[in-house]
């Protein structure tokens, strides 16, 4: 869809918040695939974290956002690698995926997936309320019909996953630190400049 590889392009240049309201342009499925994308420039994985050939996205009952993945991927590499999404029914599926996306309607496997992926370099990113306190690494959020992000550097640490400065400066919310015990809370109207902390 053209539509979407305009707003990767966009948010190719930094990060944006995006208004869900304005589905009739960019459906929250397209910019959430986007920001899945955009998250993996950010983050680093241990050396035996990327063992290729390609860098895999496990999407877990987000078809939408699995297609919408897929045409953004389709003219972008991920750590040098050509990016490849599976789809995938349960935790069990999830093979070497570097990250793994699960949506808001598979909630009950959440803490099924912390258990499979603790201490495993994967970048688990969740759309659940309360997200992070249940084990996700980033949680997406709808704040006044934006779609957002919150960090947990507790789960990213226990990963292995280092998380760049740049990524938490335009995170609505960051849990945790090197010593796990900070919360830190953006205001609400934060739009960062492109390419910049």
């Known amino acids: 869809m053209r539509r979407s590889l305009l707003l990767a392009m966009a948010l190719l240049c930094g990060f944006s918040c995006v208004r869900a309201a304005e589905s009739e342009r960019?459906?929250?499925?397209?910019?959430?695939?986007?920001?899945?994308?955009?998250?993996?420039?950010?983050?680093?994985?241990?050396?035996?974290?990327?063992?290729?050939?390609?860098?895999?996205?496990?999407?877990?009952?987000?078809?939408?956002?699995?297609?919408?993945l897929e045409r953004v991927l389709a003219d972008h590499t991920v750590k040098g690698m050509p990016g490849r999404v599976r789809r995938i029914r349960s935790i069990r599926e999830l093979g070497k995926a570097q990250l793994?996306?699960?949506?808001?309607?598979?909630?009950?496997?959440?803490?099924?997936?912390?258990?499979?992926?603790?201490?495993?370099?994967?970048?688990?990113?969740?759309?659940?309320?309360?997200?992070?306190e249940i084990g996700s690494t980033v949680n997406f959020l709808l704040r006044e019909q934006r779609v957002r992000f919150e960090v947990s550097l507790a789960a990213a640490n226990r990963s292995g996953l280092r998380v760049s400065s740049e990524l938490l400066?335009?995170?609505?919310?960051?849990?945790?630190?090197?010593?796990?015990d900070a919360e830190r809370r953006l205001p609400a109207q934060l739009t960062p400049a492109a390419g910049g902390e």
Not at 105 to 127: F, G, M, R, W, Y
Not at 169 to 180: I, K
């Open 26 to 68: 960019y459906s929250e499925d397209a910019v959430k695939a986007v920001f899945l994308y955009r998250f993996t420039g950010f983050v680093d994985w241990p050396a035996d974290g990327l063992p290729g050939p390609a860098f895999e996205f496990a999407v877990l009952g987000a078809d939408a956002v699995g297609d919408a």
């Open 100 to 132: 793994l996306y699960v949506e808001s309607q598979s909630a009950a496997d959440l803490s099924a997936v912390v258990q499979k992926t603790a201490n495993a370099p994967v970048l688990l990113v969740s759309d659940l309320p309360h997200g992070l």
């Open 169 to 180: 400066a335009v995170a609505t919310r960051v849990v945790g630190s090197a010593a796990g």
